[in-house]
């Protein structure tokens, strides 16, 4: 489990179970220099942890495509750090979002046909005859991107557009 303290004023999340280095904080000093880092280890208990400002957190579980954490705050009756998760609203309009979404689709088609670029061009060069399969499957590559070009601009939430996977 993550652990966080509040440091100057804010809620600073550490990653791992015993967060090293780590600075010490004015009102935690216990006996050692405020300002220097200072390397706990595994070898701190949890009440050692928490007499240093560290108490447990666990970050939720939640879709970033359309969730953010909007807050960290202390939870005094259980001595836990907690994160308030709220939907993302968009400053961009449903029109702004499905163009970016088309721009990103369009960039992977592209880099998708790049791929037999080479081919193309090594054809065209020699005039020589593209293997049909070749030709098969870039025509499907920009059907399909075609096809869902059509699905994005058919959604009509700013929230469905951020959940489509390309």
Same mark, same amino acid.
């Given at each position: 489990m993550a652990k966080a303290r509040l440091e100057n004023g804010e809620v600073v999340v550490y990653d791992s179970n015993s967060p090293k280095p780590f600075q010490i904080i004015e009102g935690y000093e216990n006996d050692f220099i405020v300002g220097v880092s200072y390397w706990g280890g595994e070898s701190l208990t949890e009440e050692e942890w928490e007499s240093f400002g560290f108490y447990p957190y666990t970050k939720p579980?939640?879709?970033?495509?359309?969730? *953010?954490?909007?807050?960290?705050?202390?939870?005094t009756t259980d001595n836990i750090f907690e994160a308030t998760v709220?939907?993302?609203?968009?400053?961009?309009?449903?029109?702004?979002? *499905?163009?970016?979404?088309?721009?990103?689709?369009?960039?992977?088609?592209n880099q998708k046909l790049s791929e037999t670029d080479w081919v193309i061009i090594r054809d065209k060069e020699l005039n020589q005859a593209t293997d049909q399969s070749i030709l098969d499957s870039r025509a499907a590559?920009?059907?399909?991107?075609?096809? *869902?070009e059509t699905e994005v601009n058919a959604l009509t939430t700013k929230r469905d557009i951020a959940l489509?996977?390309?």
């Open positions: 579980e939640y879709d970033t495509a359309i969730q *953010k954490i909007s807050e960290i705050t202390f939870n709220v939907d993302i609203e968009w400053s961009s309009t449903l029109e702004e979002m *499905k163009a970016e979404k088309i721009q990103g689709l369009k960039y992977l088609y590559l920009r059907t399909e991107c075609s096809s *869902k489509y996977e390309l």
